[in-house]
């Protein structure tokens, strides 16, 4: 089955340390996303890329960093310097003008 | 840039009865407009869209429609079901490669 795939689902993490989510998708889509959601917030765009070797921030970028040096793949870090990291994170991608296709999500937890 | 406003944040209905949630986008030029469910645990997934050279559109128990002149846009699902449980998200789009920007979604809760 084609699809997105997250990584870990849950992950919990000591305050300073960076950590990075995966990533995953066999769709063949160019564009890939990544947003963060808290509640009441809705989706706030992180991250995205258009295309391979290429990525633009989005509206809340400080304190994530991501490469994309795959089409498949386009893992983000959540670097020390993101003050409130405890959050869920997704991963989305798309084809074109397609609609957006999620993954199911990271939840990260630091404490 | 867009504004999507989404209410109400949360909804309570009993089975059977109707559901009706509204958006409003700030932006004429976007075109068009996706609603997605998200489930516990899980990503959102695409239930339906409509674009701006339409003005209602169905699926089921679903519906979508769109008032362009004042920039608003519905959801509407009858007879709902416990399985309709879900936030729903709204969102609008320039369209082409123009990302979506989203509401803030809106807790639906289906009492049996």
């Known amino acids: 089955d084609g699809g997105i795939t997250q990584s870990p689902k849950y992950l919990f993490r000591k305050e300073g340390q960076n950590v990075t989510l995966s990533c995953e998708q066999n769709?063949?889509?160019?564009?890939m996303y990544w947003y963060r959601q808290d509640p009441g917030q809705g989706l706030r765009l992180i991250y995205y890329?258009?295309?391979?070797?290429?990525?633009q921030k989005g509206d809340i970028a400080e304190g994530y960093s991501v490469s994309r040096e795959k089409k498949e793949s386009f893992p983000l870090t959540v670097t020390s310097a993101q003050k409130n990291p405890t959050a869920f994170y997704l991963c989305?991608?798309?084809?074109?003008?397609?609609?957006?296709?999620f993954g199911n999500g990271t939840r990260l937890t630091v404490t | 840039g867009e504004n999507v406003e989404q209410h109400p944040s949360t909804l309570s209905v009993q089975e059977g009865d109707s559901a009706v949630i509204k958006c409003t986008y700030s932006?004429?030029?976007?075109?068009?407009f996706p609603w997605y469910k998200q489930e516990l645990g899980k990503g959102p997934q695409l239930i339906i869209d409509?674009?701006?050279?339409?003005g209602e559109k169905k699926d089921q128990r679903i519906a979508v429609t769109l008032n362009k002149t004042a920039k608003h846009f519905s959801l509407h699902i009858t007879e709902t079901q416990p399985e309709d449980s879900a936030v729903y998200f709204c969102?609008?789009?320039?369209?082409?490669?123009?990302?979506?920007?989203f509401g803030r979604g809106t807790s639906l809760i289906v009492h049996p």
């Open positions: 989305a991608s798309r084809f074109a003008d397609s609609p957006l296709h």
């Open positions: 769709l063949n889509h160019d564009a």
């Open positions: 890329s258009q295309i391979v070797n290429d990525f």
């Open positions: 932006d004429s030029a976007s075109n068009y």
């Open positions: 409509i674009r701006s050279n339409v």
């Open positions: 969102a609008a789009s320039k369209g082409g490669s123009y990302i979506p920007t």
